[in-house]
């Protein structure tokens, strides 16, 4: 069983991965939202010139597209319900304003103010904005509890994951459904779709289960396990792929019928969880001590993320602008962008106050003299 001391590197890597596999699928967004390509003129391109994407990148999108919310969410679920038993609500609460509010309201102003006016967009950081939410309900949940469960508790802790994994897939139609066909993100401040936020919940509180229940972090671990879930998995993304209508609503055919709709997002709903559990079981295997390129990676996952947005789009329009193909396009734009982004963190957030918030003031490499 994992000492309460323990973390867990494999799972702090898959959350960071997952942040990081933002940058892959930004890449292609011109192929996937043409009408973006209208704003890119002055570097070559346009709409109508924007070709449909090919097999591979459409398999590649939808793929990440999948689970890689899915699974941010439930693994943040997980660490916060740890850090909230280990530390408190208080510091739980304390930490996640700074850290995802201040970060929210200082980058999505800066991108959104980039037309010259503000909007409210909330553009890529969506996922902040619902975490801050899901967070600060979870410290009014917990505050005033017992930081440690009895142990007579473990039992109905199994039993409420059980529940949950159970649920997940009649959820996620319904989810869907309120949303029109498919779950979808917040667009502003303001613009909060039901259906994504209460399906985002949804995983934070599975993963809150999760650690509840951690034992079962072993069992996800063991390689029968992994090679079952591993083909469910497969199949399901592949009966997923054949119901695909699009990426966000765009270049879409719709759907038949309601039956049709259905099966899509029952197939949807059982990729997502089942590439879930099977990544978490695979890197909870995988990565059991702290090693310097995870480290690094997982500094680097948020700041990155915060940044990459603009460099992405600006590289993406002047490849297709160049007239690239697409796998060139895309390798080319995730490589310069993550360079970028990762010079713009060292110069201007590692050793600057800006590291208070992102990385939080204790971690930070600039601290006042004499401070803890």
């Given at each position: ?329 895309v390798l080319g734009t995730v490589c310069a962008t993550f360079i970028i982004s990762v010079i713009v963190y060292y110069v201007l957030i590692k050793f600057t106050p800006l590291n208070w ?16």
């Amino acid at each position: 069983m994992t000492n309460e001391t323990d973390r867990y590197h494999g799972l702090d890597l898959l959350r960071s991965l997952a942040m990081l596999l933002g940058i892959v699928f930004h890449a292609p967004m011109f192929y996937y939202i043409p009408e973006m390509a209208d704003g890119f003129r002055d570097f070559g391109i346009s709409t109508s010139m924007i070709p449909e994407m090919e097999l591979w990148l459409q398999l590649l999108v939808q793929w990440s597209h999948n689970w890689r919310m899915t699974v941010f969410f439930i693994i943040s679920g997980f660490f916060a319900l740890m850090v909230i038993q280990r530390k408190g609500a208080a510091h739980f609460a304390k930490d996640r304003v700074v850290r995802l509010g201040l970060a929210l309201i200082l980058f999505a102003t800066l991108y959104d103010m980039l037309d010259g006016q503000f909007q409210g967009k909330l553009e890529h950081l969506w996922f902040i904005h619902h975490l801050l939410i899901f967070s600060l309900i979870s410290s009014a949940i917990w505050r005033g509890k017992s930081s440690t469960a009895p142990k007579n508790q473990t039992g109905a802790s199994n039993r409420l994951l059980v529940g949950l994994l159970l649920a997940f897939v009649p959820m996620r139609l319904v989810c869907d459904m309120l949303d029109g066909g498919a779950v979808s993100i917040a667009g502003s401040y303001a613009d909060i779709k039901l259906g994504g936020f209460v399906y985002f919940a949804f995983c934070f509180a599975l993963g809150s289960a999760l650690y509840s229940s951690k034992e079962t972090l072993n069992n996800l671990a063991s390689t029968t396990t992994i090679l079952v879930i591993g083909v469910i998995a497969a199949i399901s993304f592949a009966a997923t792929f054949t119901y695909v209508d699009g990426v966000f609503g765009h270049r879409r055919t719709p759907s038949a019928d309601m039956t049709d709709a259905l099966l899509g997002s029952a197939f949807a709903a059982v990729s997502a969880l089942s590439w879930s559990m099977l990544l978490i079981g695979v890197t909870h295997t995988l990565i059991k001590r702290s090693i310097k390129p995870v480290k690094w990676l997982v500094e680097l996952s948020y700041p990155v993320y915060l940044v990459h947005l603009l460099p992405a789009m600006i590289i993406s329009a002047i490849l297709i602008g160049q007239g690239a193909g697409q796998i060139t396009v895309v390798l080319g734009t995730v490589c310069a962008t993550f360079i970028i982004s990762v010079i713009v963190y060292y110069v201007l957030i590692k050793f600057t106050p800006l590291n208070w918030i992102i990385s939080g003031y204790r971690k930070s490499w600039l601290r006042l003299p004499g401070s803890r």
